[in-house]
């Protein structure tokens, strides 16, 4: 038989010594950051942007070929363009003036490549627009 070194209510006094979960009909909860518990270890939240690019499938090599993948893919889960936040290559964005767009290519960490249906353009990420 193996000894316990306290029983279950000296560990309950020194839980409750400690801090103790209990809750008044008055106190708030404060849920900022419960988004971040949702993610996988090691998952940031960019690793959830929609993308063409997924395992076993190579990068294309011509705008053709990303027009082919842009064809394929689905618009839902596909997050609005916004210069602030940051893409990677295969990402898809849906632009309001261009319509839905893919990444082709990460030229810095501020410009990208994006083929759309009609057109190739530059746009820019990971900027704080002026205010």
Do not use: C, N
Request: charged share 35%; glycine share 8%.
């Amino acid at each position: 038989m193996v000894k316990k070194s306290m029983d279950d209510d000296q560990m309950m006094e020194e839980f409750d010594d400690e801090g103790s979960l209990e809750f008044d009909q008055g106190d708030e909860l404060d849920f900022t950051g419960e988004d971040e518990l949702l993610l996988e270890e090691g998952e940031e939240e960019e690793d959830l942007i929609p993308s063409v690019l997924y395992k076993g499938v190579s990068r294309p090599k011509t705008e053709d070929d990303w027009r082919q993948l842009l064809l394929e893919a689905g618009r839902e889960g596909v997050p609005t363009y916004q210069m602030g936040d940051t893409y990677r290559e295969g990402d898809l964005l849906v632009h309001p003036v261009f319509g839905l767009g893919v990444v082709s290519k990460v030229i810095s960490p501020r410009k990208m490549e994006i083929v759309f249906e009609s057109s190739k353009k530059l746009l820019a990420m990971s900027i704080t627009p002026p205010a």
